[in-house]
């Protein structure tokens, strides 16, 4: 099971997810130099105080991480782990989609936006999803392949 290449793809995006779940995405920047964090969970502002405005994220990312935890054990059933890896890809684009939509939805007019290196692991993630869904193309076309011999 993990010693095919698609697992170790589909474990390696579980552990970027789970990173990216734990980290701040980025920090509004005020005119007066006060920093809030945004989190997949929360916006903590600079007084200490917690808006939960952006727990959507947080969901998004947890489904994406079960997705691609479970479909490193159905490697019986290669159809259904390319299906689950396919929504998970979508479930991606999604999240960068909302991310952009609660940047741009919490930032008043005084404060400018900067990214944190962790809102690129989702990226990272849709790339190694893809290499999964070949990989398992490719175990799927040789099982076919051995079922015509026989």
């Given amino acids: 099971m993990i010693q ?3 697992s170790v793809y ?3 995006v579980t ?7 734990c980290s701040p995405v980025g920090s509004y920047i005020g005119s007066d130099y006060s920093v809030s964090a945004l989190t997949n969970l929360c916006l903590t502002m600079a007084d200490g105080t917690k808006d939960y405005a952006p727990w959507a994220l947080f969901v998004i990312l947890l489904v994406v991480a079960v997705l691609a935890f ?3 054990f159905m490697f019986k059933k290669r ?3 390319i299906r689950l890896t396919i929504f998970s890809t979508i479930l991606l684009i999604g999240y960068y989609a909302t991310l952009a939509t609660f940047i741009f939805m919490l930032k008043e007019e005084s404060m400018t936006f900067s990214l944190s290196w962790t809102a690129c692991l989702p990226l990272v993630a849709i790339i190694l999803n893809w290499l999964a869904i070949r990989a398992i193309g490719k175990d799927e076309v ?3 392949a051995y079922d015509r011999l026989r």
Avoid: N
């Avoid at 552990?15 to 779940?21: D, G, K, M, T």
């Fill in 15 to 21: 552990i970027l997810i789970i990173i990216c779940l």
């Fill in 70 to 72: 479970g479909a490193i």
């Fill in 79 to 81: 159809m259904l782990q």
């Fill in 4 to 6: 095919r290449i698609q």
């Fill in 142 to 144: 040789l099982v076919k």
């Fill in 10 to 12: 589909l474990l390696v």
